[in-house]
């Protein structure tokens, strides 16, 4: 059961957008809505972002926004800031299964 | 408020066993199903199973079928995971998750670092 696949790292100066690409398969995430986008800052819990791929939980910044097209999903986040560093992870769950994907590492230049 | 409060670290030797518990509150918690998701060290998240609190129904991935058994007792509001034949490559924090309504995970435990060392 493979991972969804993720860019190992991007980087962004405060101000900018970043996007950050998260691709699954026929079978995961071209087939379900349910795609979800965690932030994890080191030695804390993930936090969830995104859900139902371009939804946000409440109280988190509209700075971040979710798309997908065919078996491709995307986290955008607009005006960067210092305390958007952390890892990011994309999920995708099925009537069997949850996959994640394997992360990326976000740097704020 | 909702909370997931999950047991203290372990250091087993390989081929212990060990059992981490999931702690709930603030919510009725038989409406929500559990997952586990376990973090190797300096690695990604990794998704173990799932179970329903209400019926006990499970479903685990395929890698964890036959030594991972994930059990609740809704009498405590407590979700409990029992690791057999531990390997050093089980070394890792675990969590216990909620899953919504949208089927995504909207609150964690803390996380509980299990260590296996000889």
């Known amino acids: 059961q493979s991972a969804l696949t993720q860019p190992a790292s991007v980087s962004g100066s405060p101000g900018q957008s970043i996007t950050i690409s998260c691709t699954g398969t026929?079978?995961?995430?071209?087939?379900?809505?349910?795609v979800s986008w965690y932030q994890q800052h080191p030695g804390k819990a993930p936090k969830l972002m995104i859900y139902?791929?371009?939804s946000r939980p409440s109280g988190v910044s509209n700075r971040f926004s979710g798309s997908k097209s065919g078996n491709t999903a995307s986290l955008t986040i607009s005006g960067l800031q210092a305390e958007d560093e952390a890892d990011y992870y994309c999920?995708?769950?099925?009537?069997?299964?949850?996959?994640f994907g394997g992360g990326t590492k976000l740097t704020v230049l | 408020q909702v909370q997931l409060v999950q047991s203290g670290a372990e250091v087993k030797k390989p081929g212990a066993s060990v059992k981490v518990s999931c702690e709930t509150s603030?919510?009725?918690?038989?409406?929500?199903?559990i997952h586990w998701v376990r973090q190797a060290p300096g690695q990604g998240l990794e998704w173990m199973a799932w179970?329903?609190?209400?019926?006990?129904?499970?479903n685990y991935a395929q890698k964890f079928r036959g030594w991972v058994t994930m059990t609740t007792d809704a009498s405590i509001k407590t979700a409990y995971m029992d690791l057999n034949r531990l390997r050093s490559d089980d070394t890792a924090v675990y969590y216990c998750?909620?899953?919504?309504?949208?089927?995504?995970?909207?609150?964690w435990g803390q996380g509980t670092l299990v260590t296996v060392s000889s």
């Open positions: 998750v909620r899953e919504t309504r949208s089927r995504s995970f909207d609150f």
């Open positions: 603030g919510y009725t918690f038989t409406d929500y199903y």
């Open positions: 179970i329903n609190p209400n019926s006990g129904g499970t």
């Open positions: 026929s079978s995961d995430v071209g087939l379900y809505n349910y």
């Open positions: 139902e791929v371009d």
């Open positions: 999920s995708s769950y099925t009537r069997t299964r949850v996959v």
